[in-house]
């Protein structure tokens, strides 16, 4: 968009269109409790989350005690015909990500930060965490 609306501006074919100041709101600062994910929410709206909070101050859940950030997911939608809880690690995919139980399907987690390291791409958090199948993040 800004490829095609800069060189417009240049040329002073764009003609600003002044903001109705009495139409204009401010967003309340963000909460704690709004970068908590509930991993029984939708998966859209848990990756909708994620992004909205990217890069700060970063998505946050509990894993093995500890605060993991995540920067980055997709969403999968796929129904389950078994009873499994939600932010249950079902799957580990070199390409996919980390899948993770939502309550509509997979979310796959690309991006996280375990608490005191660096942001790390799921294939380096994989090998560095030694994942199971059935591991829950909180």
């Known amino acids: 968009m800004l490829l095609e609306v800069l060189p417009l501006i240049k ?9 109705d100041e009495s139409l204009a709101s401010y967003a309340p600062k963000l909460t704690k409790e709004e970068e908590i994910i509930n991993w029984n929410m939708d998966g859209e709206k ?8 990217s890069p700060e101050p ?7 005690g ?5 920067f980055k997911a997709n969403f999968e939608k796929r129904f389950f015909d078994e009873d499994v809880i939600n932010g249950t690690i079902i799957e580990q995919d ?3 990500g980390i899948g993770v139980k939502v309550e509509n399907g997979i979310l ?3 991006e996280l930060q375990p608490e005191g390291k660096k942001k790390m791409n799921f294939l380096e ?8 199948i059935g591991e829950r993040f909180e």
């Open 11 to 19: 040329e002073g074919k764009l003609i600003p269109v002044p903001q």
């Open 125 to 132: 958090f994989m090998n560095g965490y030694r994942l199971n």
């Open 66 to 70: 500890k605060i993991l950030k995540v």
């Open 94 to 96: 070199r390409k996919k």
């Open 46 to 53: 848990i990756c909708c989350q994620i992004r909205a909070l």
């Open 58 to 64: 970063g998505a946050m859940t509990f894993f093995r």
């Open 108 to 110: 796959w987690l690309l």
